[in-house]
Nanobody
Framework: QVQLMESGGESVQHGGSLRLTCEAS????????????MAWFRQAPGKAREGVAA???????QYYGDFVKGRFIISQEAENKVYLQMNGLEYEDTAMYYC??????????????????????WGQGTQVTVSS
């Protein structure tokens, strides 16, 4: 059973930067041809959950929500860890950020990554607050 742990959320000034980390425990890419598609979602109070970014572990493709506009970068740090580097933070980025993951084969990868319902594993979330 894969478990996800997020960290890095905090209060930051408008225009500032943060780096979120998601680490997947109980996961090894060496035992299967399936790897994790790891994604970040966020949800602000009163708003629907939305996909922020996704990455297929061991692959090179990255996926982003339209609102990111080049401000965020998702990257793989280790076999089971991804970063979300967020720059130029705006007030609208204030939300709880969740890491999600699902095992996928090399052909599926992170297809339809923005659909939250397909993810098998979720973290508890880390709060990001952008203030003046």
């Amino acid at each position: 059973q894969v478990q996800l742990m997020e960290s890095g959320g905090e209060s930051v000034q408008h225009g500032g930067s943060l780096r979120l980390t998601c680490e997947a425990s109980q996961y090894s890419s060496r035992t299967s041809d399936q790897k994790l598609c790891m994604a970040w979602f966020r949800q602000a109070p009163g708003k629907a959950r939305e996909g922020v970014a996704a990455l297929y572990l061991g692959g090179s493709s990255q996926y982003y929500g339209d609102f990111v506009k080049g401000r965020f970068i998702i990257s793989q740090e280790a076999e089971n860890k991804v970063y979300l580097q967020m720059n130029g933070l705006e007030y609208e980025d204030t939300a709880m950020y969740y890491c999600a993951a699902v095992l996928r084969g090399p052909f599926e990868r992170c297809g339809s990554w923005y659909i939250g319902g397909q993810y098998s594993y979720w973290g508890q979330g880390t709060q990001v607050t952008v203030s003046s």
